[in-house]
């Protein structure tokens, strides 16, 4: 990431770059991200596709928003999770908008399946990481469409990908191992449920950018739906937690 | 003229502060001709997976064996090291920053001995032992280790987890290389901590029987082999209690590449060449020196 912030602040601070933009002009490219949220999990089940993501949106180290709502439904059949900055996702909302209406405008009966929608976010990523001004997001794309579970995800420069589950930032650290080990075929709804609740609970205890507000969303044939934040439990009732000095006059340390 | 040549002129002692002695080495380093002219040579960094658990009656650590430059220098480094009979180190960080810290034996070669400290950990604990009559105690290992990192103000990378049973109980640390601790129940350090942290934060509860111990650290190491790079081979383990040390080197093997090896089918000579398969043009055979084993006497 410093890599691509740093030629991006290049190219920003009005160096000639034939067909790239100088300093004077008043479009500005995106060099960091503002009010950002993080990470994304999602995997495949029996019934089709569960993703969470939660409502916190950072402004830096501030928890500023706590209300965000990250993953989004479009088209009829998909889920739309990102992480990253908030304003490029409301970007990307409206790009999503604009493919229904031209579904609408067109209407013969077919709109965008979860793929397609995926693979055109991913062309969409691309094309702006080309020109040096990317929208800032990792993109999960799940949905459930003429009977098969879709889903796939998309980095900021185009990098993009199907699998059986995946996370987003902090999430890939710390939920992928988790998914590694224990996600299986064909999971029954209450056990996907634990394992992404597993996952989100991991991040809540180490990932210092979240809040115990998490909405979980799936997208089965009977159509996406994303669910209202709930919270996930916790465990702080460990020996050393209560009573961490036990033992003091020995225990030393800080 | 003899004066002007001592070792102590060059390198003066100094109590207390900040010791400066390694300067007039880190030149002759940049120096050199081995390596690369103007830079220091760079430290082997361990890109490891390591981490202990309090459990009832003990403490379990356990680690990876993978040691990483710009490829894997070592397929099955050990990196929990012996600091008292009763505690034990698991080393994330500058390979040999982790070794020289803790071991009782320098690493370095002849020449650069003396610029190392006066005592590493282990040896001091042995002087403080044999001083009192009393065994070890966890806090003192761990006081000592903050005070040598701090002292070095984190230029000694060396991120250790430093677990051991005695007559208090059963502890657990985590030394950073700036010289903090923390005393915890579970604990995680090096490249694969996350991915070790995730097991731990969905499998650990209160008062866990050594096998359960076992099981959990070993589970969270292979989470560190198998999704982070810079870990990998096997899984070492140490298990810790008031009687006895159960050092398990190479517990778990899952990176075993024997059975694929040996299912590659060769020839059966292949490798072996016998004599005369490179046809012999002349032979020339010169005296160069006689050996005799005649004892001479010396004069007392």
């Not at chain 2, 002759?28 to 997976?49: C, H, L, Q, R, Y």
């Not at chain 2, 040896?123 to 044999?130: F, G, I, M, Y």
């Not at chain 2, 010169?286 to 001479?296: L, N």
Request: charged share 20%.
């Amino acid at each position: 990431m410093a890599t691509v912030s740093q030629t991006l602040a290049c190219a920003a601070s009005g160096a000639d770059v034939s067909a790239g933009r100088s300093a004077a002009d008043p479009h500005k490219h995106t060099t960091s991200p503002i009010v950002t949220g993080t990470s994304v999990v999602a995997l495949k089940y029996k019934d089709g596709v569960m993703m969470a993501a939660d409502t916190l949106g950072s402004y830096g180290s501030l928890s500023r928003f706590t209300d965000l709502r990250r993953i989004v439904t479009t088209g009829g059949y998909t889920l739309v999770g990102a992480d990253g900055d908030y304003s490029d996702f409301q970007y990307v909302q409206d790009i999503l908008k604009e493919l229904e209406v031209e579904d609408a405008c067109v209407a013969d009966g077919i709109t965008h399946s979860p793929k397609e929608i995926w693979c055109c976010m991913a062309r969409i990523l691309y094309h702006r990481r080309s020109k040096m001004n990317p929208l800032w997001n990792n993109l999960v794309i799940a949905g459930f469409h003429e009977g098969e579970a879709f889903l796939g995800t998309t980095d900021k420069i185009g990098t993009s990908y199907e699998c059986d589950f995946v996370a987003t930032g902090m999430g890939l650290h710390m939920a992928m191992p988790i998914l590694r080990r224990h996600w299986k075929p064909n999971m029954s709804e209450s056990e996907a449920r634990e394992l992404l609740e597993s996952c989100m609970r991991t991040l809540f205890y180490r990932d210092c950018r979240t809040i115990n507000k998490i909405t979980f969303a799936s997208a089965t044939k009977k159509g996406p739906s994303v669910d209202e934040p709930v919270e996930v439990s916790t465990e702080w009732s460990y020996q050393s937690f209560v009573d961490p000095k036990a033992g003091s006059d020995t225990g030393g340390s800080w | 003229m003899v004066e002007e040549n001592r070792a102590d002129k060059s390198f003066p002692h100094v109590d207390g502060g900040f010791n400066f002695e390694n300067f007039k080495r880190n030149v002759s380093f940049m120096n050199s001709d081995s390596g690369i002219k103007g830079t220091m040579p760079k430290a082997w960094k361990t890109g490891t997976t390591i981490v202990g658990v309090v459990f009832d009656g003990g403490v379990a650590l356990a680690a990876d064996t993978r040691a990483t430059g710009n490829v894997i220098v070592d397929k099955n480094c050990e990196k929990i090291h012996y600091i008292a009979p009763n505690i034990y180190c698991c080393g994330a960080g500058t390979a040999a920053d982790t070794e020289m810290t803790v071991s009782s034996i320098s690493i370095l070669q002849e020449p650069l001995r003396d610029t190392h400290d006066t005592g590493q950990i282990s040896s001091q604990l042995e002087l403080l032992r044999l001083n009192t009559a009393k065994s070890s105690r966890v806090v003192t290992a761990m006081t000592m280790l903050k005070r040598h990192l701090f002292n070095y103000q984190g230029h000694v990378s060396a991120a250790l987890v430093l677990g051991g049973v005695d007559a208090t109980g059963p502890h657990l640390y985590t030394v950073y290389p700036h010289g903090s601790t923390d005393k915890l129940p579970y604990v995680t350090m090096g490249s694969g901590s996350l991915a070790a942290m995730s097991v731990f934060e969905t499998s650990y509860k209160d008062n866990l029987t050594e096998q359960e111990a076992i099981d959990l650290v070993a589970e969270a190491i292979k989470a560190g082999i198998f999704n982070d790079l810079g870990s990998g081979s096997n899984v070492d383990v140490c298990i810790i209690t008031k009687d006895k040390v159960d050092m398990k080197r190479n517990f778990i093997t899952p990176n075993d590449q024997g059975p694929l090896r040996a299912s590659i089918s060769k020839p059966a000579t292949f490798g072996y060449f016998p004599p005369g398969t490179t046809k012999v043009v002349s032979t020339d055979i010169e005296t160069f020196a006689t050996v005799t084993t005649d004892v001479e006497m010396l004069e007392a």
